[in-house]
């Protein structure tokens, strides 16, 4: 089975390489957030290696076509894996700072998102 990227529909390399550091940046911020909520005070680069997992496995099931259902739940459980492994946490507190996680992402994004929508459709 070969399975080919869909580049010409997804985009430039390029493209894909700052969409997958942005990303990656700002679920690196959320996860720091969300362990800080939890935790208290936690190290920076511990955050520097959760991001990433989850930003990658989005990138590459968006450009697969894999369905996102599917790739939102690899995303988080790979995202809860890296918290567990970083952090050492039980199963309970990691999935909590997971669910921090999830949230403050979905809260940050929605509202960033709102703010470049009402800056890009301002008039003049």
């Known amino acids: 089975m070969v399975v080919t990227l869909q580049t010409g529909s997804v985009g430039s390399p390029l493209a894909i ?12 911020l959320t996860a720091h957030i969300a362990a ?5 005070d936690v190290e920076v680069k511990k ?10 496995i989005g990138v590459v099931s968006t450009a697969l076509g ?3 259902f599917l790739a939102l739940l690899v995303a988080v ?6 918290i ?11 999935a909590y ?3 921090i996680h999830v949230v403050v992402s979905v809260i940050l ?8 929508f009402l800056a890009t459709s301002a008039p003049g």
């Open 47 to 56: 955050a520097f290696a959760v991001g990433p997992v989850p930003a990658a």
């Open 109 to 116: 994004g929605t509202v960033l998102f709102g703010v470049l």
């Open 36 to 40: 800080r909520n939890v935790l208290g």
């Open 97 to 99: 700072i997971t669910l």
């Open 77 to 82: 459980l790979a995202d809860a894996g890296m």
């Open 66 to 68: 894999v369905n996102s």
């Open 17 to 28: 390489a700052g969409t997958f550091g942005l990303f990656a940046l700002f679920l690196t």
């Open 84 to 94: 567990r492994y970083l952090y050492g946490r039980s199963a309970g507190v990691t």
